[in-house]
């Protein structure tokens, strides 16, 4: 069975939503940060960096959210066959790990990045329900998790965008979500 390494309040949540989401059988490995089991020997042969999430899928070991969520959609979901669709796909992911992410959260880009990166998402989720086009995909877990995010643990009002509000609240409300990163004290 699919194993998630995990830990409390920690991104493993996102790979978790994603995996009830596809109904793919896993079980969870919880580690405690704060007792160092990420840094443990037996963990850095899962992942060198010491860090979660990570999975094991039979005899394939995969680190970093972002490529888990990408092979997830490729292995369990219906990812689209074609190049230009796929690459959309990783568009999406990578941009909520590699642009959006580090833009609110660090704090000396936040003011500059957030009205920058907020606004074509709001005209975009003004325009239609999802980020491609009206389906959910594995591209709402990776962009919806750190859009849920800002609220959670910044100091920042999304009032001023409502279509990207809705958007986390129709998300917020699909029960793959509510098990898992919406239950913040389980996840
Ligand atoms: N870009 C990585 C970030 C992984 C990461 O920083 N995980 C944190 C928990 S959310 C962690 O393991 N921190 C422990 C540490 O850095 O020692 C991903 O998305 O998987």
């Known amino acids: 069975m699919l194993r998630l390494y995990a830990a409390a309040r920690s991104r ?3 790979v978790q939503w994603y995996l009830e989401e596809l109904a793919v059988p896993y079980e969870i490995a919880m580690l405690d940060l704060k007792a160092g089991d990420h840094l443990q ?3 850095l042969r899962i992942n060198p960096m010491g860090k979660v999430p990570a999975i094991v899928d039979e005899e394939f070991t995969l680190w970093e959210s972002g490529a888990i969520l990408l092979y997830l959609a490729e292995k369990y979901g219906n990812l689209n066959t074609t190049p230009e669709a796929r690459a959309e796909v990783a568009q999406w992911i990578l941009f909520a790990n590699a642009t959006l ?3 609110i959260f660090v704090e000396a880009s936040r003011d500059r990045e957030l009205p920058r990166l907020l606004g074509p998402l709001e005209q975009k989720l003004q325009a239609q329900p999802f980020l491609i086009g009206s389906q959910f995909s594995v591209a709402d877990v990776a962009v919806g998790s750190i859009l849920f995010y800002i609220p959670l643990m910044l100091p920042v009002d999304l009032k001023d965008y ?4 809705d958007y986390v609240k129709r998300l917020s409300d699909r029960p793959a979500f509510r098990k898992t990163l919406g239950n913040r004290q389980a996840s």
């Open 12 to 14: 493993a949540a996102i």
């Open 41 to 43: 020997e037996s963990y």
């Open 101 to 103: 992410g580090p833009g």
């Open 162 to 165: 409502s279509a990207i509000s």
